[in-house]
């Protein structure tokens, strides 16, 4: 196994698991100057850290899996890979104050799934449809959190 691997599933297990205690933190010192809600910052945090202590953790796994070394073509890919999801979401975070999170959010989904596979336009459609849908209802309804309204005023 190499060692960038290692190196890079250690970072994501210390920011998880720095997360996971700060989060703590905020939970059991509460200032009295501080609104308490359900989804309070603290518990968010421990979500996130919960998150990427399992990401780091399944990363190292699959490495371990992976006998050899991915061929040069491959990495090729992965590369490929990379550039466009990183210009996908250059475009996300473009779009997101002009267009609005609803319309940013479904652009990215449009551009971000063909990456991982998906060839059917249909698929596609239905999938950033669904997507944006249900992060929208998660994060604006149920967590009443605000997001820029854009073009599309909602």
């Known amino acids: 196994m190499r060692t960038k691997v290692v190196v890079e599933a250690a970072v994501l297990l210390l920011a998880g698991l720095v997360a996971v205690v700060d989060g703590l933190r905020l939970i059991v010192y509460k200032s009295s100057y ?13 979500v996130v850290g919960v998150a990427l202590c399992a ?16 061929a040069p073509s491959a990495e090729k890919v992965a590369k490929r890979k990379l550039a466009l999801m990183s210009g996908a979401f250059a475009v996300y975070l473009l779009l997101m104050n002009p267009a609005g999170y609803l319309l940013s959010t479904l652009v ?9 596979g998906f060839r059917s336009r249909v698929s596609i459609a239905i999938l950033s449809v669904g997507f944006t849908a249900t992060f929208y209802v998660i994060f604006v309804w149920l967590l009443g959190m605000i ?8």
Request: aromatic share 16%; charged share 15%.
């Open 34 to 46: 501080s609104v308490e809600d359900i989804t309070g910052p603290g518990r968010y945090l421990i």
């Open 108 to 116: 990215f989904f449009l551009l971000i799934l063909p990456v991982f």
């Open 55 to 70: 990401t780091g953790l399944g990363y190292f796994m699959r490495s371990r899996a992976e006998a050899s070394g991915p």
């Open 147 to 154: 997001f820029p309204r854009g073009l599309l005023g909602i």
